[in-house]
């Protein structure tokens, strides 16, 4: 964690928004470091005022505003430079991206303020952070190729890594989901996200909870008070 993009996405999953984080010139730092925490090789970011080498990598930037000789309005110098680094921030995490990267964003954020979707918005927000960029990706393959139960499989399998999805032989347009985590209202509603956002409309979802139909001749469904009724 050294460069500016790297400490601000590490402070957003500590919970300290953007609008917290305060940017500032460090009295103490290394010359060979664009961090400037008091350890070398810290994981996290300890509070929400941050202090940076700004000669690091912007001295044609900052070296005259930092200088004495221009340090006329010392208070009025601070906010210049943390508002200077708030806009610098947003190239940073810009660099690399990709069109679709931006797409994917685009998509996510959309989502989140419930303009993609209203009515699943607060679903949305429900999943970890870390998994809502995944299926931000899946929502603009779907708007590009249309929806497939193979993307409900990988919308699934983004918020429940173990699940297991069944095709009833019979009816292929039938579905068994056994996920072997507890029925909460949490797992409901994001569940219920992938459902209503990848499963085509043709196909019929039945779920277990915590403990798998049985199946004779598997040994690991059919386990004593541990088998569900199909």
């Given amino acids: ?8 996405l590490r402070a957003e999953s500590q919970g300290i928004t953007e609008n917290e984080m305060f940017f500032r010139q460090a009295k103490e730092y290394s010359p060979f470091s664009e961090q400037a925490f008091p350890c070398l090789n810290e994981r ?25 000789d221009g340090a006329d309005y010392p208070e009025l110098g601070r906010y210049l430079v943390d508002a200077a680094l708030h806009m610098l921030l947003y190239t940073d995490l810009r660099r690399g ?18 303009s993609f979707w209203r009515e699943a918005a607060e679903d949305f927000k429900l999943i970890p952070s870390e ?33 297991i999805l069944y095709q009833v032989r019979a009816d292929r347009k039938k579905l068994l989901l056994y996920l072997k985590e507890n029925e909460t209202e949490k797992n409901g509603r994001m569940l219920r996200f992938v459902q209503d956002m990848f499963l085509p409309v043709s196909y019929s979802l039945r779920v277990f909870w915590k403990y798998h139909f049985g199946i004779i001749g598997v040994d690991g469904a059919m386990k004593i008070d541990e088998i569900a009724i199909y």
């Fill in 97 to 114: 991206l990709t069109k679709r990267d931006i797409y994917v964003r685009r998509v996510m954020e959309e989502l989140e303020d419930g």
């Fill in 1 to 8: 964690m050294n460069f500016l993009w790297d400490i601000a």
């Fill in 131 to 163: 998994k809502r960029n995944r299926l931000a990706t899946l929502v603009l393959g779907q708007m590009e190729t249309g929806s497939s139960l193979m993307s409900f499989r990988r919308g699934v399998l983004v918020l429940f890594p173990d699940a």
């Fill in 44 to 68: 996290e970011v300890p509070e929400s005022e941050i202090e940076l080498n700004l000669l690091f990598r912007f001295p044609h930037i900052f070296q005259e505003l930092l200088s004495e």
